[in-house]
């Protein structure tokens, strides 16, 4: 809705809302209570004293093109900040005991991306050969991680972590689950090697994702004599896309530019830059979920009571949280 889309739903003047949103001015019981019908949330929404994440901050990335338009990444912003909070409230009351930590590590120090993302994995003990579910290992890491469809392809993934809390993913499912997986690598890229955004880092956190998802060491011999049938036997092993395991092949010099470039002509000519052969199965976050499950029968927390929790009325909790055939009996 718009200002004055939920003033005239509210009955109060688009005026009021602006101060209130500035600070201004504060509202009266009667009028929250009319704001919060006219949005479907409980009042005690307004009352939350968490801060909101926007995007551009330190702690914020993000991957977008320059074309989405504002009104849309407000959405998304207000979607992300609102999951962080909700997770935030639910894992609050839990002791939780993670295998892993996701590290602060400076390429300065290590001397590379690819040093970085092998660092990592050794610190996190992954086994060698391809990453089976790279969400398992963010979430065995204390990493929050959110599957949503955004009604737009424009932006892969989210990422956050502010101060005293823990590391927030969100992936936009209505891209292929092979995209996903390296763009949540990007994102873990961005965490572990960047405090501060600078110029060259949207490149470091690719580099990263190749490295973690594809080591040089075990996936070279296997990207000798790429095409496309190579790539797209490839891709259910490796779990990447068929364009990242061609991009591969040119950074580890095993095809040329011209090769690489070729390669991608192919895969626009049969129509698979947006959607390739061989699909690859989403992975599904188990963390949140198990949370709500502790919740309700460990705790005897009701569905009504873990609304209340996060600030939504109860039937938008069960959809949210508890889809038809999850739901803890």
């Known amino acids: 809705m718009t200002m004055g889309e939920l003033a005239s739903r509210a009955g109060v003047t688009a005026s009021l809302i602006s101060k209130v949103e500035l600070g201004q001015r504060d509202m ?21 004293k968490e801060p909101v994440y926007g995007f551009g901050s330190s702690s914020f990335y993000h991957r977008k093109q320059q074309s989405l ?7 998304i912003q207000a979607f992300v900040n609102f999951q962080r909070i909700r997770t935030k ?38 086994p060698i050969g391809p990453i089976q579910n790279l969400t398992e290992w963010i979430e065995a890491a204390g990493g929050f991680v959110v599957a949503q469809e955004f009604d737009t392809a424009k932006i892969n993934a ?20 092979c995209n996903l ?33 594809m080591p040089a060491v075990e ?12 790539a797209a ?63 309700h029968v460990e705790h005897g927390y009701s569905a009504s009571d873990l609304a209340d929790m996060v600030g939504l009325h109860t039937p938008e909790w069960l959809e949210t949280y508890e889809p038809r055939g999850l739901r803890a009996v």
């Not at 005991?97 to 602060?104: A, K, V």
């Not at 989210?158 to 005293?164: E, F, L, N, T």
């Not at 949540?184 to 190749?210: C, K, N, S, T």
């Open 69 to 75: 338009p504002q009104k849309k990444l407000r959405q």
């Open 233 to 295: 036997r490839l891709k259910p092993v490796w779990r990447t896309s068929m364009g990242a395991l061609i991009r591969r092949a040119r950074d580890l010099e095993l095809i040329t530019d011209r090769q690489h470039t070729s390669l991608r002509v192919q895969l626009s000519q049969n129509g698979w830059t947006k959607q390739e052969p061989v699909s690859i199965p989403h992975e599904a976050p188990n963390l949140i979920p198990e949370i709500v499950r502790v919740h």
């Open 28 to 48: 009266s019981e009667e009028t929250a209570k009319s704001v919060a019908a006219s949005l479907d949330y409980p009042a005690d929404v307004f009352t939350w």
């Open 219 to 230: 996936i070279k011999p296997q990207l000798r004599d790429m095409n496309l049938r190579l």
């Open 158 to 177: 989210i990422s956050v972590w502010p101060p005293g809390e823990h590391p927030f993913f969100v992936i936009n499912t209505l891209l292929p689950a």
């Open 89 to 126: 409230r639910l894992s609050a009351a839990l002791d939780l005991d993670f295998s892993f930590t996701i590290p602060s590590l400076s390429v300065d120090d290590y001397g590379s991306p690819e040093e970085i993302a092998r660092a990592v994995r050794a610190a996190w003990r992954v």
């Open 181 to 213: 997986r390296f763009s949540l690598a990007h994102e873990l890229g961005h965490l572990v090697m960047h405090d501060v955004p600078e110029p060259g880092q949207e490149q470091e956190a690719d580099r990263f994702a190749a490295e973690f998802l």
